[in-house]
């Protein structure tokens, strides 16, 4: 590990450098994000470089040295700091970094398989954290570019390139990514996508800052029209994480892994649609979907749109009118037969 460490540590030294050299003016002009400038991600920054370390304490010590920021409290902090002086700013990054880099180098070697959680939900071994560190340090460092110390794809590290690529079209392999294969040539390696799509070819950096959207006009060659490349990063778990395979084109509104559909000899109402693969039943107002590694719950749209239908008809409108009682009478039906569908009673 003392490798990644020291890449990070290298890749910080690097953009805090360009932080020194901008003023506060620059630090204030608008970013390719609606809304956000240069301020708010470098304080985006110094933030997730906290979260890297809440994630390190808890793989060492197996307990949460403070409660977790979620999203809404991470957007609000962002937009609070993000005015600060340019001084400033590099300043709280590079003391953030340098704690970072003290948590990692006390890292017990026992302890960098734990598995750590991070805000999206899904887990990874601690080691994983500071290769998501150095993906964004590099990232965002070309973010600023077009000031005094501009810093762009071209100028990323090769150990970084090699790491990154590899990091990233496997994950986007595991997506379907449409691309059939990718060739690096500068650093001898290349990776087969899918059954279909163009071959691209160019060099590590060129590749990585199309992939990552860091390059605008990379030279490519590629035998048939690019993609729409992806909206990334994507950080692909690494060997050793347990991430849930959500279903494709469905809203999970939460998840709820104590409930365990019970087994179709033992339900009550022997309903086969409460554990057959792929299939949904309501349940206390969320319908399960039962997938190959667990269940995934999403809002019941049955009693949504009924409950809907019920407001829609008692509008003063519609009150008391003939319309109004057929609407209520049918709406009120659709919801007594989700709620018996959902605590699995029979329908007659």
Known sequence: M??????????????????DALTDLEMRAPWTL??????????????????????????RTGIEPAPSTDAKSLARTVREGADRPAAELATDLRSRLAHLAEDATSMPVERWDTLVTVLAGWRHPAWYTLHRCWRELETHHVDLNGYRAGYRATDWPSTYVTWALDD???????????????KALDIGRSWALSPTGPNITGSGRALLGW????????????????PVRPTGPYHQPPAGAD???LPTGRRVVRKAP?????????????????TAKGTSRCYNGF??????????????QTASRALSRVMEWSSPATKNSAQDRR???????????????RRGLPLD
Do not use: K
């Not at 003392?2 to 932080?19: H, K, P, Q």
């Not at 933030?47 to 994630?55: E, F, L």
């Open 327 to 341: 609407g209520r009478r049918r709406a009120g039906h659709r919801v007594q037969v989700a709620s018996r569908r």
């Open 168 to 182: 990233t079209i496997t994950a986007l392999a595991a997506l379907d990514f449409p691309v059939a294969r990718v």
């Open 211 to 226: 992939l990552s959207g860091r390059a605008l006009d990379p030279p490519l060659t590629s035998d048939r029209p690019l």
């Open 34 to 59: 609606a809304g956000w400038t240069r301020g708010h991600v470098i304080t985006h920054l110094a933030h997730s470089i906290d979260a890297y370390g809440w994630m390190l304490a808890v793989a």
């Open 287 to 300: 319908s399960a979907w039962r997938g190959e590694r667990g269940v995934v719950y999403q809002r019941c």
């Open 243 to 245: 991430r849930e395979d």
């Open 258 to 274: 104590a409930f365990t559909p019970r087994p179709r000899e033992d339900h009550p109402t022997g309903n086969p649609r409460s």
């Open 2 to 19: 003392l490798d990644v460490i020291e890449e990070v540590t290298r890749s910080g030294a690097g953009i805090t450098a360009t932080l």
